[in-house]
């Protein structure tokens, strides 16, 4: 009894110390209880909307239905980095994993060839601020691709967290090898439809002529 006596004394105490600690914030005299979130969004864009990162057309994610990414092509992401918190958040860490047949270029941060993690101080965040960073990358030659593929996929992962927040998005891409042997084949323009209607009347004539000698010879 002496024992059951205790363990209930013990249960109320945290109880009540629990009770105090939510009092603390949030009621009609406290300050109001403080919020610690963040967004992150990942976007890739598109093959060859443009030359500059800033003005790109980008989007979540590119499928093997969307348009895709050749051999030495260009690969540009974008990465929205957003303080939904109700208070500051400081230091916020960004780590870029680099998917595999892509080599990056220019970006944020350091580059780390063994982890193929980029990494940043993307710094303070006030509170709804948000901030954009750009990566620069580069589509592997062609002979550093599959040799049992000629179409295949890719997801670029990324982290940001500060002491009290974190969130994580991924955006993904698909690469089309050159098929070898497939030399491109010239489109007839005008010259060749006039050279092509000159034989055409040339063999008419030629046979209107064989036709007529026939004729006479009977």
């Given at each position: 009894m002496k024992k059951l006596l205790t363990f209930l004394s013990v249960v109320?105490?945290?109880l009540v110390f629990a009770s105090s600690v939510s009092a603390d914030c949030g009621g009609q005299y406290q300050a109001p209880c403080q919020s610690y979130s963040i967004i992150v969004d990942k976007m890739v864009g598109k093959p060859g909307t443009s030359s500059e990162a800033t003005v790109y057309e980008y989007v979540d994610n590119l499928?093997?239905?969307?348009?895709?990414?050749?051999?030495?092509q260009?690969?540009?992401?974008?990465?929205?980095?957003?303080?939904?918190?109700?208070?500051?958040l400081v230091g916020m860490e960004v780590k870029d994993t680099i998917p595999?047949?892509?080599?990056?270029?220019?970006?944020?941060?350091?580059?780390n060839s063994t982890t193929r993690e980029i990494t940043w101080n993307a710094g303070d965040f006030?509170?709804?601020?948000?901030?954009?960073?750009y990566l620069k990358?580069?589509?592997?030659?062609?002979?550093?691709?599959?040799?049992?593929?000629g179409l295949f996929c890719v997801t670029n992962f990324v982290k940001a967290n500060s002491s009290n927040a974190y969130d994580d998005d991924t955006a993904a891409l698909c690469i089309e090898k050159q098929v070898a042997g497939t030399a491109n084949v010239p489109s007839a323009g005008p010259e060749m439809g006039l050279f092509l209607f000159a034989g055409?009347?040339?063999?008419?004539?030629?046979?209107?002529?064989?036709?007529?000698?026939?004729?006479?010879?009977?």
């Open positions: 109320f105490s945290l499928s093997v239905s969307d348009p895709r990414f050749k051999p030495d260009v690969v540009f992401f974008k990465v929205k980095i957003k303080n939904t918190s109700t208070t500051k595999s047949y892509l080599d990056p270029s220019e970006g944020p941060g350091s580059y006030d509170v709804d601020q948000e901030k954009i960073f990358m580069n589509v592997f030659p062609q002979a550093n691709l599959p040799a049992d593929k055409e009347i040339l063999a008419l004539g030629a046979g209107m002529y064989i036709n007529y000698k026939l004729k006479n010879n009977k």
